[in-house]
């Protein structure tokens, strides 16, 4: 069984995850994106196991059936992009490193780390490779892994952010489009991660993927949306009406059963220009309704925290949510 553990900031990191990954066939896969300080086992647990469940229901569906010599062999470890940036971070993955050692076959990462765990790092070159301010790619090349130019300019250009290459164009819109899902649905990373084991996927295989084919066109259709949609906030909706009298309008857009790919940050930041005081969005999405909101002049976000212990209740209670916002809005000292 092979774990990856990579940082989840880094979406060029499917090009060499693909090329270390791409001659292990029939190899149970885990990918873990996670922080330094996220790193031990034990917070990775429950997340772990829950990704093997998934994987092995995934090729259980299409008739894999699982060697159990193959599932229970010697975890294999790679780790991409995952650096510390303070002392704390130092010792977490120094803690890591300890425990696994024994199973850890690469540590891969091109930041800079400080002198102390630099040194620590150096006794074990074979292991782990730190390279600051080079191309990943570039590197693996030159420590004799197969790599194709096309994957090299693509990588690049998703670090520039630069949607000038068509390979990148692809993945850049595929893993922001995951990264959206996850802003809607109030989630981790977990659309995220099943578009960046997809983008792995699809690079190995050398072909398209039409999970990911679909995705690119809905992400097109909600970017023509967006615009549309923008301009149908309205200021009337009865739960907000007494914060309309009192001259602190709300901005109130009902989405209905909404594409998932949507940028609502986008939309949200729109309406706040005509509602400074708040803006409200009410969305359907896989089945559950969501409310998203955001203001000018009060930290939504901080306000909200009062109403921890009410969480699961507001969750369930879409009016009571918009109430309490109100209230918020009429009672808000600047």
């Known amino acids: 069984m092979i774990k990856i553990f990579f940082n989840p900031n880094q ?3 499917i090009f060499p995850i693909a090329a270390v990954l791409k001659n292990k066939p029939n190899e149970l896969i885990i990918m873990n994106p996670v922080e330094p300080n996220e790193i031990n086992e034990y917070q990775l647990a429950e997340f772990v196991n829950q990704q093997k469940e998934k ?23 790679y780790l991409f992009g ?12 120094i803690k890591f490193f300890e425990n696994h050692k024994n199973n850890i076959r690469l540590w891969f990462d091109n930041h800079k780390w400080n002198k102390g765990i630099l040194h620590y790092v150096n006794e074990y070159p074979n ?4 390279f600051p301010n080079r191309e990943y790619l570039d590197i693996l090349k030159e420590l004799g892994c197969e790599v194709s130019d096309n994957w090299i300019a693509a990588a690049r250009s998703i670090t520039k952010i630069d949607f000038s290459n068509k390979l990148a164009d692809r993945y850049l819109t595929i893993l922001s489009a995951g990264t959206t899902q996850d802003e809607n649905n109030f989630n981790w990373t977990n ?9 792995i996927e699809e690079l190995i295989n050398g072909y398209n993927d039409p999970l990911l084919d679909d995705m690119v066109t809905e ?4 970017f023509e949306y967006e615009d549309k949609i923008k301009k149908c906030f309205i200021d009337n909706h009865v739960a907000f009406l007494k914060a309309k009298s009192a001259g602190r309008p709300v901005g109130y857009l009902d989405l209905g059963e909404m594409n998932p790919f949507m940028d609502l940050s986008c939309i949200l930041d729109y309406g706040k220009k005509k509602f400074p005081w708040l803006v409200v969005i009410s969305y359907i999405i896989d089945g559950k ?17 009062k109403y921890r212990d009410m969480y699961q ?16 809005v009429l009672n808000y000292e600047m």
């Open 11 to 13: 979406w060029e990191l």
């Open 55 to 77: 994987i092995l229901d995934a090729r259980a569906e299409v008739g894999y059936i699982d060697d159990p010599v193959l599932l229970f062999q010697k975890e294999k470890i």
């Open 82 to 93: 995952i650096h510390p940036t303070n002392n704390e971070d130092c010792n977490h993955l």
């Open 127 to 130: 292991k782990i490779k730190v």
């Open 191 to 199: 659309y995220y991660l099943d578009s960046f084991q997809l983008s």
């Open 219 to 222: 992400v097109d259709k909600a």
């Open 289 to 305: 309704k969501m409310i998203n909101a955001d203001s000018k002049k009060i930290p939504v976000i901080e306000v909200l925290e």
């Open 313 to 328: 209740e507001l969750a369930d209670n879409t009016d009571l949510l918009l109430t309490l916002l109100e209230n918020e």
